[in-house]
């Protein structure tokens, strides 16, 4: 039964990473990118599951942190074109930092 | 038993909906009907395909690292998508429209 | 099962190679390049090389990616470049030759696995047997990297710490104002959303990276895994709250520091060693038992690579990010 977990998500990315070589816009390609991740990160739970090596979920969990990082890192250049600046106006950022810290 | 079953069927429809979303980013006609795809399934095949996991490690240290797993999806994979969209707004892109306006559709 | 796995993702690693050298535009080849890493990285994993899977997924997907990006960031030109006409005859040829040349190489490499191969006659069956027994460590990567070749490891680290150095002597000429973040950029969109999600999961990043430092014992995972997740974590701190914010938290004076401390509790360890009647980096004199001293010596180093590379991931970012685009 994890087999056909497998053989899914395995599709799914195929179909992913067509989408990724072929969308019109860089959106598209980014959001691809981003979905072909999130299914790596299922791809080796499943695995994980599949073989018995439990402590390969440790994998899974590095894998989802570091696509959401790369993601946010190539939205940030794409929207300001540089890594200086914070990725907010100063008026909602000071609302934030009063709320949460 | 049971816990085998709804574990199988967890897994299986998870395979199913990420099939669908995957599909749906190659019918769907532009960007953001695009984004629904993906954006939508995505969670819900990382929850299926998850459950269905844990249901099968019982309560372990495997159970918890699946659950903290999903916590981290559930609440990166829809900023992620929120933040693509609102870049692909800001940038320019614009929403594909169908015969009239009104009704939005494509 | 396995095979299918192999073979499909052999297959995605083609076409994303393919895929990079015929797509125009830079963002997406730069995360089609964080694909390939995660895609090599899975690769490893079926492979059972679980460390280096590690290692490969948060330097190779992550950082790299991020530093891509910065350098992305420098260049004027985003612009999607239409391909030279202009064949280049001369370059393929060399191209075909040398990969020629590789493949004909690998002809003589033993089987994947192979018993009778080299690397598996010489030292790796002593470090197998021995190694739970002799160091008290579970996982052999560990003990063989912190242990048996705590020497190799060392000079790795030093090599990280040199790295960092020429990059702070090279691109350590930086902007005036650092700390004069915002109010520039007026017409940015609001990322309240990313900026609440990344306040929940910063510190489950970090919690993390302590985790995989502190369990590299027993699992996968270790030293350099854990600095780069947690410098990964400031590195997202850094995108969604800007480069002054991050500065401010961690100052450039403090980042010296820590590179430099890294190096030294590494090779300070040695120096204790040699001071308590073992030879340079043999732990097994730390403490009145052998398994004991070993652990000690083993928490203590991967503690040195880990400091060591968490600072030098975040000079090389902090002075990528830093500079003016030219």
């Known amino acids: 039964m994890y087999a056909v977990a497998i053989v899914a998500i395995l599709v799914t990315l195929s179909l992913a990473l067509a989408r990724a070589l072929m969308g019109p816009t860089v959106f598209d390609r980014i959001a691809a990118i981003n979905m072909f991740g999130t299914k790596t990160v299922l791809l080796i739970a499943v695995f994980s599951f599949l073989t018995g090596r439990l402590d390969l979920l440790d994998m899974a969990l590095v894998y989802a942190m570091i696509n959401f990082i790369s993601v946010v890192a190539v939205l940030r250049l794409f929207s300001h074109k540089d890594f200086h600046s914070p990725a907010e106006n100063n008026v909602i950022s000071v609302k934030v930092r009063r709320r949460w810290f | 038993m049971v816990l085998d079953i709804l574990s199988w069927v967890c897994l299986v429809a998870g395979g199913l909906v990420g099939v669908v979303g995957a599909v749906g980013i190659h019918r769907f006609p532009d960007f953001f009907s695009r984004q629904h795809a993906t954006g939508t399934t995505d969670t ?13 490690a019982g309560l372990s240290l495997a159970a918890f690292k699946v659950a903290l797993i999903f916590l981290f999806l559930f609440i990166t ?6 933040a693509l969209a609102s870049a692909a707004v800001h940038s320019g892109l614009d929403p594909k429209r169908g015969r009239t306006d009104s009704e939005g559709q494509s | 099962m396995d095979l299918l796995i192999d073979i499909s993702l052999l297959t995605f690693l083609a076409v994303t190679a393919i895929g990079i050298i015929r797509i125009t535009n830079l963002f997406a080849v730069i995360m089609l390049f964080a694909i390939f890493s995660f895609l090599s990285a899975t690769l490893f994993m079926t ?14 997907a992550g ?5 891509m990006l910065a350098t992305l960031a420098l260049n004027k030109d985003h612009n999607e470049k239409q391909p030279d006409k202009n064949r280049h005859w001369l370059p393929l040829a060399v191209v075909l030759t040398t990969g020629a040349v590789l493949v004909y190489g690998t002809l003589d490499l033993p089987d994947f696995g192979d018993p009778a191969s080299a690397p598996q006659t010489h030292v790796a069956p002593h470090y197998i047997e021995k190694a739970i027994e002799e160091t008290g460590v579970p996982n ?3 003990a063989v990297l912190a242990s048996y070749r705590g020497f190799d490891t060392l000079g790795e680290v030093v090599v990280i710490f040199t790295a960092g150095i020429a990059v702070l002597l090279l691109l350590g000429g930086r902007r005036e104002d650092p700390l004069d973040d915002g109010a520039k950029d007026k017409r940015v969109p609001q990322n309240l959303v990313l900026r609440i ?3 929940i999961v910063i510190p489950v990043i970090m919690l993390f990276a302590l985790y995989v430092q502190f369990h590299g014992d ?5 030293g350099f895994q854990a600095g780069v997740i947690m410098s990964a974590a400031i590195i997202l701190y850094s995108l969604v709250f800007g480069l002054g914010a991050a500065e401010r938290i961690i100052p450039k004076s403090v980042l010296m520091f820590l590179t430099s401390l890294g190096v030294l509790i590494f090779a300070g360890v040695g120096i204790a060693s040699l001071f308590l009647g073992g030879n340079y980096l043999n732990y097994s004199v730390l403490a009145s038992s052998q398994v004991a001293g070993q652990h000690i ?3 203590l180093v991967e503690l040195g690579v880990g400091i060591t590379v968490f600072a030098v991931m975040l000079t090389i970012f902090f002075a990528f990010a830093g500079r003016e685009r030219s």
């Open chain 2, 77 to 82: 994979s829809p900023a992620a998508t929120h």
């Open chain 2, 44 to 56: 819900l095949c990382a929850l299926l395909i998850l459950l269905g996991l844990g249901l099968q």
């Open chain 3, 47 to 60: 492979m059972d090389a679980v460390d280096v899977a590690l290692t490969e997924a948060a330097v190779g």
């Open chain 3, 63 to 67: 950082i790299s990616t991020v530093l």
């Open chain 3, 297 to 299: 010596g083993i928490l």
């Open chain 3, 197 to 199: 999600v990344s306040k």
């Open chain 3, 140 to 142: 052999i990567v560990t």
């Open chain 3, 218 to 222: 027993y699992g996968p995972g270790g």
